[in-house]
């Protein structure tokens, strides 16, 4: 397409739609019946900007968040960004050992919380890694742990010891004048990093990805453009906001178009299809088990989702039946599939309204404008023909700035002619769609999150008795892939599964604990000594049956 680059920092492009469509609603909850046009959200945003600035959030902080898609939490992502900080997104999977990792890696110094989600405590948690909060000065905390730590904020009105709550926040902007806002928004550039969001690799540990407001301004909006958004659109977004599907191609190609959100706190199948039905929504984003859990509610029927027509399914591969029930019982005629990665702010490449379903479930499209893709021998780096596999490189504006203090890993992500390894396995055709044939050698896709077996075995090795253990990705039905893991243990250890998820339990993410779990005496290996991970897998058929199981045919797995 001719049309150029946004370079706007995410505070102008909302501006900028403030004065374009200032009486469209911007933001909606249902279940608290919640409304806010682009004028009063401008107002929030600028108020919770200005009390951060009066209590001391400099330029190029960062500025952590641990929440569910709590109404304040776009907010703080475009105040953080007016004021030039760095907002920096915390999975809400998370537990103790992970939050410890992330606020120690990315020398965060501002961290919001919620009280907590699902079965973590998220102050308690807190509280146990910070005692210092309780006995400090609030703004003056000094953390043996996390020295660079300096504020933390509860993401709600309720007060907690160490903590500001949000009306203290706001209350704080009269203190910030009129003129340092001002000046403060002027020193910012389109090519500051305005977000960072971890994501792990195959190396084992989460590493921060970078993002400008180039980055993600511009391919927030295209992904919007590509399913022909308007101002007189309306978007569910059930994903968490914390991966870049939610805030990026949700939130900033909303925003981008003057077209309204309406937000779930977290997924519950009800839940979206009132919100569908009530604030007559014109397109709905989520992962092939969101779509799946709503078509087979038992309450499906009752509800009326004739004014949908676009969005996208992302996350991990659609099946053609599960496509065709959202086109033809959903009534999304114009969705959309897309496929990325953080890396790149997140998508590459999109299929468009008017593909055919054979490439809306066999490809994930094109090109986005203003990237450019190419296949190329994994070893040599020779750029591939038409139908030809290897790997997935792309480059242009949304590639990331790299990862935070890490130039080692950056350098082998980002050749030095700026393309972007994916370590996604792909094939092109002749006209330019793309098929995703492999992936990072052994990440596992359960429901939508990515999970890094390496991160996984490197914490099961520090538990005594276990000599070795190899993570793999378990086929399921419901969810793609669960996790599996093939334990080496001492031979005078007495060790069973449950020890092992009892172990990960409270220190990791509940979706990457094991489901399935096996005591082995050795490994199928490769002449070099290398383990042969996919005969774990075909192996796992076997070991772990059950109705969800896929045969080694279904998974097909290849030879690698």
Request: hydrophobic share 40%.
């Amino acid at each position: 397409m001719s049309e150029p680059l946004r370079k706007l920092t995410l505070g102008q492009m909302l501006d900028d739609t403030i004065g374009r469509y200032p009486d469209n609603e911007a933001l909606v909850y249902v279940d608290r019946d919640l409304r806010m046009t682009y004028t009063e959200f401008g107002r929030v945003v600028d108020q919770l900007a200005r009390g951060l600035m009066a209590l001391g959030v400099a330029k190029g902080e960062k500025v952590a968040v641990w929440a569910t898609n709590v109404p304040y939490w776009v907010a703080l992502q475009f105040a953080t960004a007016k004021i030039g900080a760095i907002l920096l997104t915390v999975n809400t999977n998370y537990k103790r050992a992970e939050l410890a990792y992330l606020l120690e890696q990315s020398e965060t110094e501002n961290l919001f919380i919620i009280d907590g989600h699902m079965d973590t405590d998220y102050l308690q948690t807190v509280y146990d890694l910070v005692p210092e909060l309780k006995k400090q000065e609030r703004g003056r905390l000094q953390s043996a742990r996390f020295p660079h730590l300096k504020r933390l904020f509860f993401l709600g009105m309720e007060k907690h010891r160490g903590f500001y709550a949000l009306p203290e926040v706001m209350a704080m902007a009269a203190m910030t004048p009129p003129e340092a806002y001002a000046a403060r928004q002027a020193e910012l550039t389109p090519d500051d990093v305005v977000n960072m969001q971890y994501t792990s690799g195959t190396t084992g540990f989460p590493k921060g990805v970078m993002l400008t407001h180039v980055n993600i301004g511009n391919n927030g909006y295209w992904v919007a453009r590509n399913q022909r958004f308007s101002e007189k659109d309306r978007l569910c977004v059930p994903v968490p906001l914390f991966h870049c599907f939610g805030c990026v191609m949700g939130v900033l190609g909303a925003v981008s178009h003057g077209a309204t959100l309406v937000i779930l706190e977290k997924f519950d199948p009800v839940q979206l299809m009132a919100s569908v039905e009530q604030e007559r929504c014109t397109a709905l984003y989520g992962v092939p088990t969101m779509f799946i859990a709503v078509l087979g509610h038992k309450l499906f029927d009752k509800f009326d989702f004739s004014s949908l027509r676009t969005g996208i399914m992302a996350g991990s591969p659609c099946p053609v039946q599960v496509m065709r029930q959202v086109i033809d019982k959903m009534n999304l005629r114009e969705i959309t599939i897309c496929y990325g990665l953080t890396e790149a702010s997140p998508v590459i490449t999109q299929t468009l309204p008017d593909d055919d379903l054979r490439r809306r479930t066999e490809t994930v499209g094109r090109a986005m404008p203003h990237i450019d893709v190419k296949i190329v021998d994994p070893e040599t780096g020779r750029i591939l023909g038409p139908g030809e596999q290897g790997e997935v490189c792309c480059r242009g504006y949304s590639v990331m700035k790299g990862y935070y203090n890490m130039p080692e890993a950056t350098a082998k992500t980002i050749d030095n002619e700026s393309w972007l390894h994916s370590g996604d396995l792909g094939v092109m055709d002749a006209d330019g769609y793309l098929a995703i044939t492999g992936r990072h050698k052994d990440m596992i896709i359960r429901g939508g999150e990515n999970i890094y077996p390496r991160e996984i075995e490197e914490f099961i090795y520090r538990m005594e008795g276990v000599v070795d253990v190899q993570v793999v990705g378990v086929p399921s039905r419901k969810y793609g892939e669960e996790v599996g893991a093939f334990v080496i243990k001492k031979p005078e250890v007495d060790l069973k599964a449950e020890d092992i998820q009892d172990f990960c339990r409270g220190q990791i993410s509940r979706f990457k604990i094991p489901r399935h779990i096996a005591f082995v005496d050795g490994y199928p290996m490769t002449a070099s000594g290398k383990v042969q991970k996919y005969k774990l897998q075909e192996m796992s058929v076997a070991l772990f049956p059950g109705p969800d199981r896929m045969s080694v045919e279904e998974m097909g797995i290849a030879n690698k």
